[in-house]
C-alpha cells in the first residue's frame, strides 16, 4: 500500500515552542527527511500534493465554489503554493506555518504579490478566506490543542467558507510504516478518519464527505483506478474530510 507524509510541518498553533524549533531545523532539508519515508512508495511528494489538491479542487467544483482566497494552514516551506495557483486561480495564497525557517524558504522559494506567507496568526486576515487547507498538520499539535488550532481556522474563513482537512489514515499499515522512517514524524499522534470528523463537529463545522486516496504505491499504478471504487471507503494512506463553516453561527 502506498503512503504519503505531508508537505507541511506545522506542529503547534504556538509559534515558539520546541516542536517549531526542531521544524526549524528541517527548513533546509525537508525534502531530504521526507524522502526517507516516501521512498518506499515509489513517489515524489509532489505526486501526492498534486492529488491531494486536484481533488479538493474537484469537489468544491461540483459545489459551485469560487475560491478567491485560500489558506495553507501548516504550510511549511510552500510547496503546495503554486498548485493552489493552478487548480483555484486565486487573488490570494496565505500560508501559515510557526517555523519561522519554514515560512523564510516560502517566500524565497514562492515569491510573488499573489502569495502571503506568514508565521504569527495576528497577521492572518479574519473572515476573509474562503477555503483552509491543511495537510497532515493535526497529527503534529498535541492533542489538548487541536481545538485551539481549529478555532483559528474558523476565525480565519468567512462564513460559509470551506475547510479541506487531510490527514495521514492510521487504518492503513503503509501510512505507518513511511511514518516510522521520517524523523519528524515518529512521535505523531495520528487521527483517525472518525476521530477527525467528531474532531471537526465539536469545532462548529458541517462535516460533508470523507474520501481516501493514495491505496496503491507505484509499482502497483496499473491498479490505482480502482481507487475511484473505493475513496470512499477509510482504505488509503491518506484521508479528506470536507467542512464547512456554517453561513449562520451555529455553535453552542
Known amino acids: 500500500m502506498s503512503t504519503v507524509e505531508d508537505i507541511s510541518t506545522i506542529p503547534s498553533v504556538g509559534s515558539n515552542d520546541s516542536a517549531s524549533v526542531e521544524f526549524n531545523d528541517y527548513a533546509n532539508d525537508y525534502e531530504v527527511a521526507l524522502?526517507?519515508?516516501?521512498?518506499?512508495?515509489?513517489e515524489q511528494p509532489q505526486y501526492f500534493a498534486r492529488g491531494r489538491v486536484e481533488w479538493t479542487a474537484k469537489l468544491l467544483r461540483r459545489q459551485s465554489v469560487k475560491v478567491d482566497s485560500v489558506l495553507d494552514f501548516g504550510c511549511g516551506v510552500g510547496i503546495a503554493a503554486p498548485l493552489f495557483h493552478e487548480f483555484f486561480q486565486p487573488h490570494t495564497v496565505w500560508g501559515f506555518d510557526p517555523s519561522r525557517s519554514s515560512i523564510e524558504r516560502a517566500k524565497r522559494d514562492e515569491p510573488g504579490p499573489?502569495?502571503?506567507?506568514?508565521?504569527?496568526?495576528?497577521?492572518?486576515?479574519?473572515?476573509?478566506?474562503d477555503l483552509v487547507y491543511t495537510n497532515g498538520v493535526f497529527h503534529h499539535i498535541p492533542p489538548g490543542e487541536r481545538a485551539t488550532a481549529l478555532a483559528m481556522?474558523?476565525?480565519?474563513?468567512?462564513?460559509?467558507?470551506?475547510?479541506?482537512?487531510?490527514?495521514?489514515?492510521?487504518?492503513n499499515p503503509g501510512t505507518r510504516l513511511v511514518m516510522s522512517r521520517i524523523p519528524f514524524d515518529r512521535d505523531a499522534?495520528?487521527?483517525?478518519?472518525y476521530g477527525a470528523k467528531t474532531l471537526l463537529r465539536s469545532a462548529?463545522?458541517?462535516?460533508?464527505r470523507t474520501d481516501a486516496w493514495f491505496l496503491f504505491p507505484h509499482a502497483l499504478r496499473a491498479l490505482r483506478p480502482l481507487e475511484w471504487w473505493v475513496h470512499r471507503l477509510p482504505l488509503g494512506a491518506q484521508y479528506l474530510v470536507l467542512a464547512q463553516k456554517p453561513l449562520i453561527n451555529e455553535r453552542q
Open 35 to 42: 524522502h526517507q519515508g516516501l521512498q518506499v512508495t515509489g
Open 114 to 129: 499573489a502569495n502571503r506567507f506568514v508565521a504569527s496568526r495576528e497577521q492572518l486576515p479574519a473572515g476573509e478566506c
Open 153 to 171: 481556522i474558523w476565525q480565519v474563513l468567512r462564513p460559509g467558507g470551506w475547510l479541506a482537512f487531510w490527514e495521514n489514515n492510521p487504518w
Open 189 to 193: 499522534v495520528t487521527i483517525t478518519p
Open 204 to 208: 462548529g463545522f458541517n462535516t460533508i
